[in-house]
Nanobody, 116 residues
Framework: QVQLVESGGGLVQPGDSLTLSCVASGSISRLYARGWSRQAPGKQREWLAT???????NNADSVQGRFTVFRDGAKNTINLRMNGLKPEDTAVYYC??????????WGRGTRVTVSS
């Protein structure tokens, strides 16, 4: 089993930056990639970015150039740097762990609210 815990959400103003973190524990060697998704009120969950265990990254077109997924050195932690936040970025942000041949793991999410 893998456990994922997100942190770093909060209330920010439009234009601000924020970095979210996801700490993984348990059998993390099973994962081949981790990523971030978000779910805004009344909308479906939206994939944002993925980073593989050998640090290849991929971003959704919708956040390309504003959001960056990276590892901060600790193998069990990935981050999502979000720049130029907009009110439409308001959502619950979830960390995802991907294991071959198994269901994805999900954290409980961290809420980001962008409002003036």
């Amino acid at each position: 089993q893998v456990q994922l815990v997100e942190s770093g959400g909060g209330l920010v103003q439009p234009g601000d930056s924020l970095t979210l973190s996801c700490v993984a524990s348990g059998s993390i060697s099973r994962l081949y990639a981790r990523g971030w998704s978000r779910q805004a009120p009344g909308k479906q969950r939206e994939w944002l970015a993925t980073i593989t265990e050998d640090d290849h990254t991929n971003n959704a077109d919708s956040v390309q150039g504003r959001f960056t997924v990276f590892r901060d050195g600790a193998k069990n932690t990935i981050n999502l740097r979000m720049n130029g936040l907009k009110p439409e970025d308001t959502a619950v942000y979830y960390c995802q762990g991907m294991e071959a041949g198994a269901n994805d793991y999900w954290g409980r999410g961290t809420r980001v609210t962008v409002s003036s």
